[in-house]
């Protein structure tokens, strides 16, 4: 097969994908296009207008190399894959980013990539500056900071601090975002663009910023250096430090720059110092170094120079462009401020109509409330009057009831005035009875004694006599009457006979004491029958006393009133009964 049907064979076109900051692309190129053709389709798709400060880079054996613009894509040393993967990034970075970036799509890719070296430390950035510069990415992301929307843990899903900060501190991520809201907070009404050129303007003054590293070395056999590339001129740096450079070459005192295969040679434009030479190990990476160099270079000759008419134009545009948007955002804020205070007077007036509505619920229900307390107290003073009708007449039956008592209490207290009276004179006679009893009783003592002795004395006499009747009964009997019957108890008959007859007319002592015992006798007999009487007496007028007094008690309990105070009725009988016990037994 010829080498003519092989080229016939190979497709016209090839897949390429290209990935920006925020979208990745993939677009179908033809085979004899160049890196120019594709980096100006690139372009026009994302509306790019400052194109020198970028390019599209690829990755070739761990090398970044930049595509040339004036080389076709495929004779290049692209990855074959398909399709071919570009980064489409920036390749040099301006002096002053708020003077050189003049489109919003300029600044918002360099503003992501910027933020992206930071994020993965190839710009290194102290703990206070990253704080910073994460609340102008969160207002730029976020727009204003609003309370009410933005609840805590709000960016617990962003990125916006380096590892290195996060660990260098003890701090937790809630903490990390208080610190972060604090300044998010003062940033208020600045623009997404305003936001992202604050946040370009103060990593434009970090160490590392836009510089591109590459290992050198002086002499063949001396120790590592870094060379590093930026829009101000070229540094050496020692490797462990890159941010204080040991020498460095402005743009403006290079005279030359060129290489003979790892050789490098500055020229300083002052011919009275030395020229400067260094070595780099890989010719991939002195292309590129020399690639850098020669486009910052042309950009720092530039930046001194009048600008085109492309770039006034530009300039022209963007003024007007941020002049339009200013009035646009000045507009809307009016606006904005307009709604939200229409939105207050709104919530004002429904908190006032809410407020209105809830007075007038409550003075209906207070209207509702004094209908029925007026009612109520209608019926309450109705019911107070009949009460008081009758309280009044209850009070005049117990005036009545309380005259009654008064008048019963009269009668009872002079009842009781002569009861005592009465206990008074019973306890005088039982005291009079008591002492007559002693006395009684010390008299039938020596009554009893005497009635002893005159028993002795008649058992003595009836001795004496029957001593005499033996002596002298048979003569008197002979001369007065027959003789009785014979026998035993006929002969104690005569004897009793006999001695009555010897007692009644030959002892007259002994007839004159027995008269005055039974005389004694009678008179006792009477008064204690006497005394009987009187106690039986006391007794029933007791009784009687104490029956008036529990129907008395019963008529104050039944009727509800206190029972007028007096001496418990065990208590004023006790002494009474005691007496009256003595007597019964008396």
Known sequence: ???????????????????????EMEFSCEVKWKGKDLFDLVCRTIGLRETWFFGLRYTVKDTHAWLKPDKRVLDQEVPKDSPITFHFLAKFFPEKVEEELVQEITQHLFFLQVKKQILDEEIFCSPEASVLLASYAVQAK?????????KPGFLAQDELLPKRVLMQYQMTPEMWEEKITAWYAEHRNIARDEAEMEYLKIAQDLDMYGVSYFPITQNKRDKELLLGVDAQGLHIYSPNSKLNPNKSFPWSGIRNISYSEKEFTIKPLDKKKDVFKFYSSQLRVNKLILQLCIGNHDLFMRRRKVDSIEVQQMKAQAKEEKARKKMERQILAREKQLREDAERAKEEMERRLFQLQDEARMANEALLRSEETADLLAEKAQIAEEEAKLLAHKAAEAEQERQRLEVTALKTKEEHRLMEQKMREAEQLAVKLVEQSERRSKEADHLKQDLNEAKDAERRAKQKLLEITKTTYP????????????????????????TSHRLDFKDPDMKRLSMEIERERLEYM?????????????????????????????????RGYAEPPYVPHSNRNSAYMAQMAFFEEV
């Open 1 to 23: 097969m010829s080498i003519l049907g092989l080229k016939k064979k190979q497709p016209k076109t090839f897949k390429v994908k290209v990935i920006t900051m925020d979208a």
């Open 142 to 150: 976020y727009g204003d900071y609003d309370p009410n929307f933005h």
């Open 475 to 498: 003569l008197i009997a002979a001369y007065s009457s027959p003789p009785p019957p014979s026998g035993p108890e006929n002969m104690e008959m005569q004897l009793e006979m006999a």
């Open 526 to 558: 009477e008064k204690s029958k006497h005394l009987q009487d009187q106690l039986k007496e006391l007794k029933t007028e007791i009784e009687s006393l104490k029956l008036e007094e529990q129907q008395q008690a019963g008529i104050y309990n039944l």
